[in-house]
C-alpha cells in the first residue's frame, strides 16, 4: 500500500539532546513537507522540499534542520537550539503542480523531558 | 496577510443532528480549498477540496462544503453525524501553482458528539 510512514510514534528525549525524526514515503511525491502541531495553534510548517537535494525554510524553522538525499525520505532532527521541542509533528508529501492535495503521515509525538 | 479562521475552537452535536464547521479565509485571489480531519493522535487525512468549478464539494464519509466567493467562506458540512465523525476538523488553504509549501491551516474545531 502507498502512504507516508513517520516512524516512531512516540520518542522520549532528554533537554539539550537532538532527535531525528523518519518520515518516508513511497508515493513517487516530488515534494515533502513537515509540520508541527501545538493545540489550538493547527499545523506551522517548519521545512519543505520540492526536490531531492533542495529544501526551503517554512514558517517556524529555527532550531530544526532536515536534510532530503532521496525522493522517498525527508528526516527531520529537531537540535537543542529549539526552545521549546515538545509537540506532535506531522510529515506530509504531494506531488508538485496545481490542483494537488498533500497526503500526511500518522505524525510522531516527540516529549524532552 | 493571508489567513484562514476556524471561528469555532469546539461545537459538540447529538447524534443524527446535522452539522456546519465555519471557515473564512483571508487572500487576495480565490485560494484553493481544504478540509482535513484528524482523530487523537493520528495524522490527518483529506474529506474534500475545491479548485475551482461547482461551489458544491461533495467528500468523503458523508461531507460535503459550499465555497461563497461574496463570503470568503468554506464551511463543511454533514445532515446527519455519527459517533465517529467526533474528531478535530481542519480547514486548509493555499495559493500556489507550484504545490502544497503555502498551504495555511486554520487552529482545527474539535467536535464532540453525545448521545
Known amino acids: 500500500d502507498g502512504g507516508i510512514t513517520q516512524s516512531p510514534k512516540y520518542l522520549f528525549r532528554k533537554e539539550g539532546q537532538n532527535v531525528t525524526l523518519s518520515c518516508e514515503q513511497n508515493?513517487?511525491?516530488?515534494?515533502m513537507y513537515w509540520y508541527r502541531q501545538d493545540p489550538g495553534q493547527g499545523l506551522r510548517l517548519i521545512y519543505y522540499?520540492?526536490?531531492?537535494?533542495?529544501?526551503q525554510k517554512g514558517d517556524i524553522a529555527e532550531g530544526y534542520s532536515v536534510s532530503r538525499e532521496k525522493k522517498e525520505s525527508f528526516p527531520l532532527t529537531v537540535t537543542s537550539a529549539q526552545k521549546n521541542p515538545t509537540a506532535f509533528y506531522l510529515c506530509?508529501?504531494?506531488?508538485?503542480?496545481?490542483?494537488?492535495?498533500?497526503?500526511f503521515g500518522q505524525g510522531t509525538r516527540l516529549t524532552v523531558v | 496577510a493571508q489567513s484562514v479562521t476556524q471561528p469555532d475552537i469546539h461545537i459538540t452535536v447529538s447524534e443524527g443532528a446535522s452539522l456546519e464547521l465555519r471557515c473564512n479565509y483571508s487572500y487576495g485571489a480565490t485560494p484553493y480549498l481544504f478540509w482535513y480531519v484528524q482523530s487523537p493522535g493520528q495524522g490527518l487525512q483529506l474529506l474534500l477540496k475545491y479548485f475551482s468549478g461547482d461551489t458544491l464539494v461533495q467528500g468523503i464519509k458523508g461531507f460535503e462544503a459550499e465555497f461563497k466567493r461574496s463570503q470568503s467562506s468554506f464551511n463543511l458540512r454533514k445532515p446527519s453525524v455519527h459517533w465517529s465523525d467526533a474528531a478535530e476538523y481542519f480547514c486548509a488553504a493555499e495559493i500556489s501553482n507550484f504545490g502544497n509549501e503555502k498551504l495555511t491551516f486554520g487552529t482545527g474545531t474539535r467536535l464532540t458528539i453525545i448521545p
Open positions: 508515493l513517487n511525491h516530488d515534494a
Open positions: 522540499s520540492q526536490i531531492v537535494n533542495d529544501f
Open positions: 506530509a508529501s504531494s506531488p508538485t503542480g496545481p490542483n494537488t492535495e498533500a497526503f
